[in-house]
């Protein structure tokens, strides 16, 4: 189950085997669930992928593109409501996870035994999980409320209330010292861990802030909204936007980081969009969910899989190696009106070489309107 990165570079080398090309997937199999997965997160290291259900279970899973090699390591049931999200430890050792049942849990990943629990950390329901680092976590609820916790000593170390409504998601600075928070009251929250303290809240934008991530070497923030557009803040200009980029995707209710250009949504329609940002651009279709919301994605250790969760209860993989080498240029050709995206993988919907023609024709821009600041 190991090395499945490596495996990938050296597929097909052995002469010898025969068997070997049958064998090999582009990606890992899909894995289904008995119910949807809110919480997804890969191993740092390891081909290890864990999902929390809206039952409350928590399972991790090795994965490979070997056939038939994907299967389940071990499943909890100790949360009591549905899991929300789940991240693993800097050094792999621990899967922390948090849940509707206000708890948080800290799990082996080896056996899957639970080490910790910290029942009743909020008052209200656990929405999202971010790690700061080895020792530090923040948790943020359905009631707006953020704290931070040190594992190594009792109770919150911060407790803030500036939102009013849920936290959809948060992000750190590489320095680590601002977290950001989106919530559904619409702003982008600033705090400052280092001084322990609430800085701003942005202006309310149009809908549910649903995501939040940094973008263009941590220039600029961008977040997803429950309308379909992803809005833009420049660094230290949290109060207002820069720009946003309006989508036609019924909403954006989740997104991930490929490049510091390029980013992936996931969206109620069931469709994964793979976004460049300055120049805004929707480059293509990744996969998709069959029409199903996609709950939540994740990238690989490796950077080569895309993880998704959606309604139908399916984890799916998609190979995404050659997002990394899109190049969006700032000049636009005349729009093409209608047709479906273009499929950015085999598995999307279609068996289109996207990449060969990429520069040539851009015939993504009638899924986005015209950016409002290109700067």
């Not at 990238?299 to 969006?328: E, M, N, P, Y």
Request: hydrophobic share 35%.
């Amino acid at each position: 189950m190991e090395g499945t990165c490596e495996k990938y570079e050296s597929d097909g080398e052995d002469p010898d085997s025969a068997e070997a090309p049958s064998l090999i997937r582009e990606t890992p199999e899909d894995i289904v669930l008995e119910a949807p997965a809110s919480g997804l997160a890969f191993h740092p290291s390891r081909d290890l992928l864990a999902a929390g259900d809206v039952d409350g279970d928590v399972f991790v899973f090795s994965y490979s593109c070997q056939e038939g090699e994907t299967k389940e390591l071990w499943s909890s049931g100790h949360h009591l409501k549905s899991c929300r999200a789940v991240v693993f430890s800097e050094d792999g050792q621990k899967l922390v996870t948090v849940s509707k049942d206000k708890a948080i849990h800290f799990l082996n990943v080896e056996q899957g035994r639970l080490e910790k629990r910290i029942s009743k950390a909020h008052g209200s329901p656990i929405n999202s999980l971010l790690l700061v680092d080895e020792n530090i976590l923040a948790t943020g609820d359905d009631t707006g409320g953020v704290r931070l916790w040190d594992q190594r000593k009792e109770g919150p170390f911060m407790d803030m209330r500036q939102h009013e409504e849920y936290i959809a998601d948060m992000a750190l600075d590489p320095a680590k010292k601002l977290l950001l928070t989106a919530s559904g009251d619409g702003c982008l929250g600033v705090f400052n861990i280092k001084r322990r303290r609430f800085e701003l809240l942005s202006e309310p934008q149009s809908g549910d802030l649903t995501s939040v991530t940094l973008m263009k070497c941590g220039k600029k923030v961008a977040c997803g909204s429950s309308e379909g557009t992803i809005y833009l803040f420049n660094w230290n200009g949290f109060g207002a936007t820069s720009d946003r980029f309006a989508l036609k995707a019924e909403s954006i209710d989740c997104m991930v980081p490929v490049t510091e250009s390029l980013l992936c949504t996931g969206s109620t329609d069931g469709l994964i969009r793979a976004v460049n940002i300055l120049p805004n651009r929707v480059v293509g279709c990744v996969g998709q969910h069959a029409g199903e919301p996609v709950e939540e994605l994740a990238v690989s250790h490796c950077g080569r899989f895309l993880a998704s969760s959606g309604h139908d209860q399916r984890l799916k993989f998609w190979d995404i190696t050659q997002l990394r080498a899109v190049v969006v240029e700032d000049y636009r050709r005349r729009k093409k009106k209608g047709g479906p995206l273009k499929a950015l993988s085999s598995k999307a919907w279609s068996t289109d070489d996207f990449f060969a023609g990429l520069r040539e024709e851009d015939s993504m821009t009638h899924e986005a309107e015209e950016s409002e600041d290109s700067d």
